[in-house]
């Protein structure tokens, strides 16, 4: 993908809820329209994250799998 990207979040060996909470924290902290990539390795966090976009308005624009873990760009709105 070749987005900008605004912060880099690894929050690999963490469970659930800890990779979506610290999402949070980075997000209430961007301006609209920056993106975050997030390093996550925990299964749940795929559809931790689909759901908070959609209740959250912010964009998930890509999730990318690989190697045991998973990546999220998101577009704070």
Same mark, same amino acid.
């Given at each position: 993908?070749? &987005?900008?990207?605004?912060?880099?979040?690894?929050?690999? /060996?963490?469970?659930?809820?800890?990779?979506?909470?610290?999402?949070?924290?980075?997000? +209430?902290?961007?301006?609209?329209?920056?993106?975050?990539?997030?390093?996550? &390795?925990?299964?749940?966090?795929?559809?931790?994250?689909?759901?908070?976009?959609?209740?959250? /308005? +912010?964009?998930?624009?890509?999730?990318?799998?690989?190697?045991?873990?998973?990546?999220?760009?998101?577009?704070?709105?």
């Amino acid at each position: 993908m070749q &987005t900008s990207i605004d912060i880099e979040l690894d929050l690999s /060996g963490l469970t659930c809820p800890l990779p979506l909470l610290k999402t949070k924290q980075s997000l +209430n902290r961007m301006l609209a329209g920056q993106v975050i990539k997030v390093i996550a &390795t925990d299964p749940g966090s795929e559809r931790d994250f689909q759901v908070f976009m959609q209740q959250s /308005g +912010n964009q998930l624009l890509e999730i990318e799998k690989a190697g045991g873990k998973f990546y999220y760009w998101i577009q704070k709105s």
